[in-house]
C-alpha cells in the first residue's frame, strides 16, 4: 500500500513537471501584471512608434503596465540586420527565412517562453508588432469605426507558435480623394477646428495610426481646391515619417522618393473595371506596375459618395486579374473619405498583403471574419449574410443611381428624375428584398444591443446606417416610381400613400445621416452627409404623374445565371472559379481565354426557328487588345461579338450605372424540338458572363 502510494505521487509529480515545462514554454501574459519589451533605441521610428501602439494596446486589453526594458524580457523585438542582431539570434528562433525578403517579419514563440519578433527591415518590425495588436483582438477600425477593445484576463501563444510573412505588394496604400463633404468639414469644423478648411495633423495622425495597423504604407493626401495642400499644413510631413508612410500625389507622380522610378499605374474606369492591365513589356521592367482603384468616385455618368457600395467581389477578381499581369508594385485606393469605406478598405489592404490567402479564404469568408472582429462572431455570420445582399442590390443599381439622373451632361435634362427601365414586378420584387433586409439588420442590431453592448456605435456605423440608408433610398425611389404610372405599393394603400412612402424614405435618410453625425458626443458632426456634391438624386421626388406606361418583363425560354453552367472545357490551374458574389447575379463566371461554358435547356421551336440569346456581361475592359465572345447553339455556326467600350461613351456610361454589358444575337435554331446546347468561348482573358436569357 505503501509503495503505491509512493509510485502514486511520483507520478503526480512527473506530471506536474510536464504541465509546469509546457505552461513555461508557451507564451502567457496574465492581466493586471508588468510586460516587458526589450527594443533597442537605435531602431527605426516605425518600429518606436508601432511599439508604442502596442504599449497602449497591451495596457487597454490586459490592463496591463508596460516597460521598455533592456535585458531579458517576455517580448524582443528587432531588426534582423539591425542593433538586435545577437539578442535575436540567441533565442534560438530560426529567422533565416527574413534574408531576401523586405518589409518580412518572424512572429515566433521561443523554446524558454518569450515572444520572439523579428523584422527583416524597418518596416517587417514594425508590421510583425502590428500582427500581435491583431493576435490580441485589436481591430484596425478600433478608433475610426469605434470598434471598443474587449479586455481579456490572459493572453496566450501555444508552444512552438510562429508565423512568418511578407507582403505580396510592395507599396500599398490609399487615396484620399472628394474630402470636400466629409473628411475636409469634419476634420477643420470638429475634429481639430481651424479658421481654413485643412485635413490638419491630429486627422492626419489618427490616419497614418489607421495606415500602419492595417501594415498600408503609401499615401495620396488630399488634393481639392477646398483643401489647405498636406505640403503646408504643419506637421503632416513630420508624421509620415514617424508611421512608415511613404507619400505620393497623385497617379502621375505616385511616389515621390529622391532617385526612385514610380511605377506606369493602371487605372480603373471610376467604377471599378480596370481599363489597361500590364502588357509584357511593362510587367518586365525594373520600376513595376501598380494599380489605382476607386472605391468612390466623383464624375460621369454619376457620383457614389455616400454609402460605401463598391461591390468587394468585384474588386477582388479585378484586382486579382492585374495582379497575375504584373501589377505587384503598387496598389493605391481611391477611399474618398475614409468613411464608411471600412471594409473596402480592409479587403484592399488585406489583398495587398497577402492575396493568396484571401482568394483561399474567399471574399464571403472574408466579409464574415470583418464582422466577428468588428461586431463580434456570434452575429458575424448573419451579419455577412444581409450585407453581400447590400451589395448585390448595389450592384444592380446604387442608391445615387436610383433617380437616373446623370452628372457632366450638357444641358439640364439630365437633372430631371425619370423611370427606370424596370417592371412593376421587378420594383416589387427589390423593394420586398430591402424590406425583408431592414427587418433582418434590425434583429440582429437589437441582438447586438443586448449581448455586445460596448460594439452598438461599431453596428450602426458599419452596417445599419448604409443598409437602412439604402432601403430608405429605394423606398423613396422606387414607390415614387409607382405611384407616377397610378399604381400603389399595397392592395390597401392608394396612390397618395404610396408617394408618402417615397416622402418618408427621403426623411428617414436625414434621420439616419444626423443620428450618425451625433455618436458619441457629436464625435462625427461633420464627417457623414446626406448630399454629397448636391445632387439632385439626394432632393426629395416631385410629385408629378407619368402617362407612359410602366415596362414589361421580356418572356425568357430558359435562363441561367454565369456559373450555373452544365458543362465546361477547361480545368487545372489556369481557371478562374467562381466568384460568388460577383456580378448582379452573384454568380457570374469568368471564363479563360480559348475555354468555353455550355447551357443546356430544354424546348420545341416549333413555330419559330430562331432564338434571341441575351448575355450579360460584366462590363469589363480588355486585359490584352480585345473583349470578344463566341455563341453557338446546337452546334450551328457560330457568331463571335465583341463588347468592350471606350470610357465615356454612351454605351460606357448606361453599362457601368446598370452593371452589365449587352451581347444579344440571334440564332437560328438547327434542331427544333428537345434538348439544347448553348456555348459560349472567351476569345480574350478578362470575360465575364453574369446572366444568360434565352428568349423566343
Partial sequence: ??????????????????????????????????????????EARVVTTAVSLLE????????????????????????????????????????????GNAQAFVLAVAQDGRLVIAGSDAYGTAYGIIELTRLLGVSAWEWW??????????????????????????????????????????????????????????????IFELMLRLRANIYWPPSRPCTRPFEHTEGCRTLAAYYGITLGKDVQEPISIPNYPSPLICEDDGFGYIRHFPTYEESGQSRGCGVYYHASYQGAPHDYLWLGTASPFLMCQQLTEAYQAGANRLWVLNVGDIKPLEYQISLFTDMAWNLEAVRQLTVGTHLEEFYAQTIGRDVARLTSVYMKEFFQLSFQCKPEHLAGTRVGEPGAEWNAVRDLPW??????????????????????????????????????????????????????????????????????????STWMRSDLGHNRVQELTIRYNELRNGKWRGMMSSNPNNLAVFQPVPHIQSAAPMPADEPAIATFYGASYDAASFSGSSVLAPVLGLGASIRAMPIPRGHEVTYRFKHNFLKQRVATIELRMLPTHPIEEYQRIQISLDGGAPQTFMYDTEVGSEAWKQNVTRGFAVVTSRLTVVKPMGDHSLVVKALDDGVVVDEVFIRP
Avoid at 515545462?21 to 501574459?29: E, H, I, K, W
Avoid at 526594458?69 to 534560438?92: E, F, M, Y
Avoid at 427589390?430 to 442590431?445: A, F, I, Q
Avoid at 453596428?459 to 422606387?478: C, D, G, I, R, T
Fill in 423 to 496: 417592371s412593376e414586378q421587378f420594383i416589387r420584387h427589390r423593394l420586398s428584398r430591402y424590406d425583408l433586409m431592414r427587418r433582418n439588420v434590425k434583429w440582429v442590431g437589437d441582438s447586438v444591443r443586448r449581448t455586445h453592448p460596448h460594439r452598438t456605435d461599431a453596428y450602426f456605423e458599419l452596417v445599419e446606417y448604409p443598409v437602412m440608408s439604402a432601403v430608405a433610398q429605394n423606398e423613396k425611389y422606387l414607390c415614387a416610381q409607382l405611384a407616377r404610372h397610378g399604381i400603389s405599393y399595397l392592395q390597401r394603400d392608394n396612390v397618395d
Fill in 145 to 206: 469605426a469605434d470598434v471598443d477593445i474587449e479586455p481579456k484576463s490572459e493572453f496566450r501563444l501555444d508552444e512552438g507558435f510562429r508565423t512568418e510573412q511578407a507582403p505580396d505588394v510592395s507599396f500599398r496604400g490609399i487615396c484620399i480623394g472628394d474630402e470636400d463633404w466629409g473628411l475636409m468639414p469634419w476634420s477643420a469644423s470638429n475634429y481639430e477646428p481651424s479658421a481654413e478648411g485643412q485635413v490638419g495633423a491630429q486627422t492626419t495622425q489618427r
Fill in 56 to 99: 497602449s494596446d497591451l495596457q487597454r486589453v490586459l490592463d496591463a503596465s508596460v516597460r521598455i526594458a533592456k535585458g531579458r524580457s517576455q517580448i524582443l523585438v528587432g531588426t534582423w540586420n539591425g542593433p538586435a542582431h545577437d539578442d535575436l539570434a540567441a533565442t534560438g528562433v530560426d529567422c533565416s527565412w527574413l534574408e
Fill in 1 to 42: 500500500m505503501l509503495r503505491y502510494g509512493i509510485q502514486k505521487f511520483a507520478l503526480t509529480a512527473v506530471m506536474a513537471m510536464i504541465a509546469l515545462t509546457s505552461q513555461a514554454s508557451a507564451f502567457v501574459l496574465p492581466a493586471h501584471q508588468r510586460v516587458d519589451i526589450n527594443v533597442n533605441p537605435q
